[in-house]
């Protein structure tokens, strides 16, 4: 004991093992690891939750910013027979359109089976036609100018554009991943908060033996890299559970989406670098325990002085 509190006054790079029992609770003996567990599990279903939400709101973006759909309601099956023809035959000759497609009535009629069954698709049902187009990519984005245009060849001709009518689920998604990023910073505040009472709880069970180390000669830094060391294993380790909880819910959570045959709830999926960045937090949470247990203990030490 005497050797390993001789190495620690003379700073030596070698950490002994009478230097590790200054802190004499154990990894999984104290409560602080599991505090930080339970913070660590909540800050990456948090964290999931927003980058999920950040890739949906990419995805959804790119994939609907250029689709609008047309609709031709007549009531005479003629009049919109010879309507539809006309757009997609106006359609297919501008330029500003890269792909269109006519929805089957049979289509039509199978989305709307669930909600008037089967006696209420008879024939005598006056469907609407419509008809799904895409916007080239380095063509005219005007939909305005195509709205007049189009009403010439067909007056009954209607468009609705699929980014408008999703606008209100973006800003909903784009709200929700900035509220997920706010928990995460608020959770770490904590974290750091319980790695400061740790440390605080430390110094005061340690004094008698931190007034030897000084009267030894060892400075507030020596004695603070013991306190950061362990302090910053004991949020590793933490860290660690907490990740592989979390990791579990997310990737069940994934199946029972993967299950529902959503698009827009299969659009909130973890691309590869999400991944990396949550087996990231851990190692990003030690290092702030480190910091916080530093500082701490900095600041006690030269009060004590």
Avoid at 79 to 90: D, F, L, N
Avoid at 178 to 206: E, F, K, Q
């Amino acid at each position: 004991m005497i050797g390993g509190v001789v190495e620690a006054v003379t700073g030596t790079l070698r950490v002994p093992p009478a230097e590790r029992r200054l802190l004499p609770e154990g990894r999984v003996a104290g409560p602080m690891p599991w505090v930080i567990a339970i913070m660590m599990f909540l800050t990456v279903l948090t964290a999931a939750g927003g980058l999920a939400m950040r890739h949906a709101a990419a995805t959804i973006g790119a994939d609907l910013a250029d689709r609008f759909t047309v609709q031709i309601v007549e009531a005479d099956p003629a009049a919109r027979e010879a309507q539809a023809q006309a757009a997609i035959a106006y359609l297919r000759r501008d330029r500003r359109i890269a792909s269109l497609r006519r929805v089957p009535t049979a289509e039509m009629k199978s989305l709307l089976e669930p909600w008037l069954g089967d006696g209420g698709m008879g024939d005598e049902l006056p469907l609407p036609v419509l008809i799904d187009a895409v916007l080239a990519a380095d063509g005219d984005r005007d939909v305005a100018a195509l709205r007049s245009a189009l009403a010439r060849a067909a007056p009954a001709a209607r468009i609705d554009e699929h980014g408008q009518v999703l606008a209100p689920l973006a800003g909903l998604i784009a709200a929700l991943k900035w509220l997920a990023l706010a928990l995460v910073v608020l959770m770490s505040i904590a974290a750091a908060a319980t790695v400061t009472l740790a440390a605080r709880a430390a110094l005061d069970t340690h004094r008698a033996a931190i007034d030897v180390m000084h009267l030894l000669g060892a400075t507030d830094v020596q004695i603070a890299r013991l306190f950061q060391r362990r302090l910053a294993l004991d949020a590793l380790f933490g860290g660690l559970v907490g990740l592989a909880g979390a990791g579990a819910v997310i990737l069940l959570i994934g199946q029972r989406i993967g299950g529902l045959g959503s698009e827009l709830l299969g659009s909130l999926t973890l691309p590869v670098g999400a991944w990396l960045l949550l087996l990231m937090l851990p190692v990003l949470g030690a290092v702030l325990a480190m910091l916080a247990a530093r500082f701490t203990v900095l600041s006690a030490l030269r009060r004590i002085l």
